[in-house]
């Protein structure tokens, strides 16, 4: 590579930021910045597969994502590559791997810092295999906490929609905006919702 590492991600950006490029000119400038970085450089492959993506010509993304996860990339652009694939496979069809792929992320306990994104993606997968009560629970349970209010409440009716059991009065929000979390008798203690 002729460039700095740096240089390199900042020119992607770039193109990735210039609104002006059509899609076909997007792809040409991402293919020619990866290929500075060679053939097989997962990173290169990535950026590959995502302008391809973009651009609507996910058949030609998918083997790329593919191939950029098997060579190894770092965790924040895996876990991004492993949300890009499958929306792209779910598009094409294959809902069953993309549901699998998305659940074996959403299960792992490392992907912190893009669980929001996995939780968004496995809710899709989830409500193309028509597993809407499921999807609804899991994007329910990923917006929960960002909640200033009723975050309990929906936690709990996330969790009751994973169970296909009846939601617990228990979590039903009182006017005030405070979750009901105690009996009859206990009401007048104000819990967080």
């Known amino acids: 590579m002729d460039i700095s590492h740096d240089d390199w991600q900042h020119r992607i ?13 997007r792809v040409d400038r991402i293919d020619a910045l990866a290929a500075r970085l060679g053939e097989d450089h997962p990173v290169a492959l990535f950026e590959r597969a995502g302008a391809r993506d973009s651009a609507g010509l996910e058949a030609e993304a998918e083997p790329l994502y593919r191939r950029a996860i098997a060579r190894g ?4 652009r895996r876990t991004q590559a492993i949300i890009q694939l499958a929306s792209t496979i779910r598009n094409l069809g294959k809902t069953d791997e993309a549901l699998a792929l998305l659940r074996d992320e959403h299960d792992r306990a490392d ?6 994104e996995v939780a968004a993606f496995y809710a899709l997968a989830l409500a193309s295999a028509g597993e809407r009560d499921r999807a609804l629970s899991v994007a329910l349970t990923a917006l929960a906490p960002h909640l200033t209010r009723y975050t309990r409440s929906v936690t709990g009716y996330a ?27 206990e009401r007048g203690r104000v819990r967080g919702g």
Do not use: Y
Not at 73 to 76: A, F, G, R, S, T
Not at 111 to 116: E, F
Not at 160 to 167: I, K, S, V
């Open 13 to 25: 950006d770039a193109v990735w930021q210039d609104a002006a490029l059509t899609d076909e000119e």
């Open 73 to 76: 990339l770092d965790e924040d």
């Open 111 to 116: 992907t912190a810092t893009l669980r929001d």
């Open 159 to 185: 969790a009751a929609l994973a169970t296909d059991e009846p939601p617990s009065r228990a979590f039903a929000p009182d006017p005030r905006g405070i979750a009901r979390e105690f009996g009859a008798s």
